[in-house]
């Protein structure tokens, strides 16, 4: 069964709004990556962010992980119509797990409209 | 990052056949995954190829249905065999790459899109 669980599995917002996403997992991870996929193309991989950081930034992204909770959040600030896309979440490792397989959620399909 | 390509980016096929896809990265990796998303679904990882030794594969994938191939630190091929419509899905490679932080950030190849008729 997958790990994660993102929601909404559906965004649509205008753009220069922010678009929040969120991801849940199941099981203790050692790092959680967050990726966009265009039109069920290749994964292009957006940031990582390790099990003992809270909050990471990477330009117009801002992630969140609570550990405790078992979540993270991915805030894209400022959208575009680019940002039009899904968007996965993706843990590795824990309880002994491989640091390299990740199990990935079921995404969110984000829109942006000009 | 590494650069990673995949061929074919599509093929269309008749069931009972088979088709190989190819992954090639720019640099030599220890590790390659295959993963399979199904139309409209996440992704599921399928197996982990291993250089000098065989595939390694996940719960629900078998060697006989998806044979893979690792003659070298860059290079490995995924067989969907006696395909049905079932098997129609996006085939993708991945490669973890550790970052400047030493972190193996995972990136993926563009996809092979298979459409099993």
């Known amino acids: 069964s997958q790990q994660g669980e993102e929601d909404p599995q559906a965004l649509s917002i205008q753009e220069g709004e922010n678009a929040t996403m969120n991801c849940s997992y199941k099981?203790?991870?050692?790092?959680l990556q967050w990726y966009r996929q265009n039109s069920g193309r290749g994964l292009v991989h957006l940031i990582l962010i390790r099990s003992n950081e809270r909050e990471k930034h990477s330009g117009r992204l801002r992630v969140t992980l609570d550990t405790s909770k078992k979540s993270s959040s991915l805030l894209i600030t400022a959208s575009r119509a680019a940002d039009t896309a899904s968007y996965f979440c993706?843990?590795?490792?824990?309880?002994?797990?491989?640091?390299?397989?990740?199990?990935f959620g079921k995404g969110t399909l984000l829109t942006v409209n000009p | 990052s590494a650069v990673i390509s995949q061929k074919p980016s599509r093929d269309i096929c008749q069931r009972g056949t088979s088709l190989t896809i190819q992954c090639q990265v720019d640099s030599q990796v220890t590790m390659m995954f295959w993963y399979r998303q199904q139309p409209g679904q996440s992704l599921t990882l399928i197996a982990t190829?291993?250089?000098?030794?065989?595939?390694?594969?996940e719960s629900g994938f078998v060697i006989d249905k998806f044979p893979i191939s690792r003659p070298n630190l860059t290079f490995s091929t995924l067989t969907v065999s006696n395909m049905s419509p079932e098997d129609s899905s996006i085939y993708l490679c991945?490669?973890?790459?550790?970052?400047?932080?030493?972190?193996?950030?995972?990136?993926f190849g563009p996809g092979t899109r298979l459409t099993v008729l």
């Open positions: 993706a843990t590795d490792g824990g309880s002994g797990g491989s640091n390299y397989k990740l199990t």
């Open positions: 991945s490669v973890p790459t550790p970052s400047r932080e030493g972190l193996n950030e995972q990136f």
């Open positions: 099981t203790s991870i050692n790092n």
């Open positions: 190829a291993n250089q000098g030794s065989e595939a390694t594969y």
